[in-house]
């Protein structure tokens, strides 16, 4: 008996068979079984927002009447940030504003000497042009080369990068030599004299009557302050004695 002859002779009891399985397997999987509850996400498609859309178009028209605006030539322009201050216009008093910096410059001089003078209070005493009688009379007897009837003017120049001489003194004595008197210099930072001697090469007089005036009067002026400046500035200072 092959195995087709068993298939027909127990079809009965096989298929009965494999139905019970069959039932059994379902069932099994039925009481094993879990279900998922899976909440579906929620997706925006579209926001609906009624709003009065006229402030919007107002908006709008004032920008374009801005750059309708922006796009003309400017023709004239007037500013006035504060109304102290100068204001440029057409009928601009040029006279007065000159006048005006020039006060502010006389101010800062005086600014800046009165700076000085507070260390060098001899600076206070007014210069004076005229010919010192005690000096005349005490060198006179001395010095041959002095006279009373003599009168030399004096004309002075100056050479101090970046400083500014603030107390100049040209000598008034008598003598009746002329020529020029060099003299080099050094400037501290405070616009003192600290140092001179007369310089040969450019001095085109050998007259002691000349020399010591101008090495006297010398050490007596006085330059602007400067302390970021080094410590001895070099310059010169040159007096031209011509006879009246």
Same mark, same amino acid.
């Given at each position: 008996?092959?195995?087709?002859?068993?298939?027909?002779?127990?079809?009965?009891?096989?298929? %009965? /068979?494999?139905?019970?399985?069959?039932?059994?397997?379902?069932?099994? #999987?039925?009481?094993?079984?879990?279900?998922?509850?899976?909440?579906?996400? =929620?997706?925006?498609?579209?926001?609906? $927002?009624?709003?009065? @859309?006229?402030?919007?178009?107002?908006?709008?028209?004032?920008?374009?009447?801005?750059?309708?605006f922006d796009s003309e030539p400017?023709?004239?322009?007037?500013?006035? /940030?504060?109304? $102290?201050?100068?204001?440029?216009?057409?009928?601009f008093d040029t006279e007065k504003? $000159?006048?005006?910096v020039l006060e502010e410059l006389?101010?800062?001089?005086?600014?800046?000497?009165?700076?000085?003078?507070? $260390? #060098?209070?001899?600076?206070?005493?007014?210069?004076?042009?005229?010919? #010192?009688?005690?000096?005349? @009379?005490?060198?006179?007897?001395? #010095?041959?080369?002095?006279? +009373?009837?003599?009168?030399?003017?004096? /004309?002075?120049?100056?050479?101090?990068?970046?400083?500014?001489?603030?107390?100049?003194?040209?000598?008034?004595?008598?003598?009746?030599?002329? %020529?020029?008197?060099?003299?080099?210099?050094?400037?501290?930072?405070? %616009?003192?004299?600290? !140092?001179?001697?007369?310089?040969? !090469?450019?001095?085109?007089?050998?007259?002691?009557?000349?020399?010591?005036?101008?090495? =006297?009067?010398?050490? =007596?002026?006085?330059?602007?302050?400067? +302390? !970021? @400046?080094?410590?001895?500035?070099?310059?010169?200072?040159?007096?031209?004695?011509?006879?009246?």
């Amino acid at each position: 008996m092959n195995i087709v002859d068993v298939i027909i002779k127990y079809n009965h009891g096989i298929i %009965g /068979t494999l139905a019970v399985h069959m039932i059994l397997f379902v069932w099994f #999987n039925i009481e094993n079984m879990s279900f998922t509850v899976i909440n579906p996400k =929620e997706k925006v498609v579209a926001v609906l $927002d009624y709003i009065d @859309d006229s402030p919007i178009l107002d908006i709008e028209t004032n920008l374009q009447d801005q750059e309708a605006f922006d796009s003309e030539p400017i023709t004239n322009v007037t500013a006035n /940030t504060n109304i $102290d201050k100068t204001t440029y216009t057409s009928s601009f008093d040029t006279e007065k504003a $000159d006048q005006q910096v020039l006060e502010e410059l006389k101010k800062l001089e005086a600014d800046e000497f009165e700076t000085i003078s507070l $260390d #060098n209070p001899e600076l206070l005493e007014e210069e004076s042009s005229s010919i #010192n009688p005690q000096l005349i @009379d005490e060198e006179a007897k001395e #010095n041959k080369e002095a006279s +009373f009837g003599n009168d030399v003017v004096a /004309t002075a120049s100056y050479s101090v990068k970046n400083r500014i001489a603030l107390f100049k003194k040209t000598p008034s004595y008598k003598c009746k030599q002329q %020529g020029i008197v060099r003299i080099l210099i050094k400037v501290n930072q405070k %616009g003192k004299v600290v !140092n001179h001697e007369i310089d040969v !090469n450019k001095t085109s007089t050998d007259s002691e009557c000349l020399i010591n005036s101008a090495l =006297e009067y010398v050490k =007596e002026w006085r330059f602007s302050q400067d +302390f !970021n @400046d080094e410590l001895k500035k070099s310059g010169w200072v040159e007096f031209k004695y011509i006879k009246q």
